[in-house]
């Protein structure tokens, strides 16, 4: 899979795919209400706290739906057709869309399991995607 | 919002379709503004509400801009970074019942096509989690997520969403205005390469270059003008801005809410609509919005559009123009367009008979809904 690099300008942003490099799928935790944001920002949307600390959480989530690109709108893509885009919903609670990888996409399904895995952009950032569970 | 006919269309205008090599956007939004002012028998400084769209992708549309263009001093004036139409003509009516104006020129113009501006490398609603690096690019992309998802709480059929673009093309055939009338069978669709899988390249509308604009004054005023006026009788609106913060916010179910406040405000029910205009992205969002605003059950609308209802001839006429799948993208502004010149009786070979009442749905991505009652009396 063609790896686009993902936007660092953003601090919070950056950190969530440092974190990634590590191997670590991490969110900001609420200090006050407990709530994970997604994406990184510097105010809780559910009680406004401007206070939150990086936690990593469980890899596992499940397809919420997903597409097929037949098509690249990016030439950075046109070696990775067809690839699968989806929007997995975390056991954590986070939405996120990212790739699902290591299966043919005939084969994925709506519901199916999934667990993170982290492919390298570069020396300090990875992307997060996903595999079907073991 | 209940208006009940206190504001109404007198006019609207309309610019050629498809590619204006070389034009200003503002332009050919000025073009639009110049036609509809001509239906209206006004001159531009009658006009003291004017609100522009801005061009999506681009800086232009804006009403300060527009203004000094057009050499134009009105009392109000607004821009909408977004368009549909629905959002402005909400605006306007606010603006006419509050005193704010009586007679607004609402318009947009676009050189999306020919500009090259527009970005595909991202997708609708991607500030809710970043897509971009993962290829989750075009509106086809977010389309093909939620119409899968359709299909498996549902068994929807790609045949079944293909009818929606089939239709469409059947009433662009009869609208001289619309880019696409070569004649598309279902068989056609479903021998064309996807874009997105499952979604194909007729489920999605073609960037074009174009202009329209409406003028809307006050009940009083709304009978002197040339053409028959079509009144506002309901507006509602419903946000989704938490975007994937929302259980289930690709099928957008908050436009339940919407369609509940219209119908209300209305006094009407799904019964009485005539017409039925749903802005069209993507054939998705038609879908979508054909079970929210109760046209059938939720998940049903698959075999709902097998029966052939939506196409010309049958019992629910839906976007008679060809909407932005077969006419041209204009961000659903011909939609009202032609709803007015429905209402009025003035479409032609495709002029659906006796249409006394029209419904607008439309919507921003993933962020906004919102939809309008229009009819050519008050009742």
Redesign the interface.
Known sequence: M??????LDDPL?ARFWEEAARNRLSFQRCRDCGYLR??PAALC?RCWSRRAEWTEVDHGGAV???????????P??EA?V??V???VELDAG??????VVGVD?DAV???MRVTAVFEP?SDDAA?V?FRPAA | MRVGGAAAIVAVGATEQGKLPGRDADDIAIEALGLALEEAGLDKDDLDGLITCKSAGADSGIDTSIGRKAGMDPAFSATLEYGTCNFSLHLAVMAIVSGMASTIGLVYGTNQKTGRHFAFTRAAGDEGSPGAPYGFHHVAGPAALAFRRHQALYGTTEAQLGRIAVSSRKWAMGNPLAIFRDEMTIDDYLASPYLVRPVRRADVTMISDGGAALVVTTRDRASGFPKAPVYVLAGAQQTGLRLYQNDDQLMRPWLRAVADRVYADANLTREDIDLLYIQDPTSVWVLQMLEWFGFCNVGEAGPFLETGATEPGGVLPLNTNGGQLSEAYMWGWLHLVEAVRQLRGEAGERQVGGARVALYCSSKAFEKGAATVLASEVP
């Open positions: 063609t790896v686009l690099q993902p936007e942003l997604w994406p949307p919420w739906s997903f597409g097929v690109y037949e098509r690249a709108f990016d950075t893509f990775a067809p690839y885009v989806a929007l986070p939405r996120m869309i990212a790739n996409p399904e709506v519901g952009a992307l995607n």
